[in-house]
């Protein structure tokens, strides 16, 4: 069964950064695009940016310049590099793979951003 553990997420000031780190196990993981997802409350799940195995990157426009994807495969672990954060990007944020069949949600890493 795979599992997916998100960490890393906190409160932080408008313009400041955090690093969110999600370690798969279970899986190939190298073999998946991986994404970030997040949640705000009262919205639905969004995917913000994703990263393919052989390391090419999707960003949406609202995070584009300011978030950045990687990923270890050798540690089954993908981060998210958030900076110039905003209020806007406070959400739970998830990874999971892109595909038409999610693997079981992890606990999500709650990120808030005060103006």
């Known amino acids: 069964q795979v599992q997916l553990v998100e960490s890393g997420g906190g409160l932080v000031q408008a313009g400041g950064s955090l690093r969110l780190s999600c370690a798969a196990s279970g899986t190939i993981f190298s073999i998946n695009r991986m994404g970030w997802y997040r949640q705000a409350p009262g919205k639905q799940r969004e995917l913000v940016t994703d990263?393919?195995?052989?390391?090419?990157?999707n960003y949406a426009d609202s995070v584009k310049g300011r978030f950045t994807i990687s990923r270890d495969n050798a540690k089954n672990t993908v981060y998210l590099q958030m900076n110039m954060l905003k209020p806007e990007d406070t959400a739970v944020y998830y990874c999971?793979?892109?595909?038409?069949?999610?693997?079981?949600w992890g606990q999500g890493t709650q990120v808030t951003v005060s103006s």
């Open positions: 990263i393919t195995s052989g390391g090419s990157t």
């Open positions: 999971n793979r892109v595909s038409n069949y999610f693997y079981s």
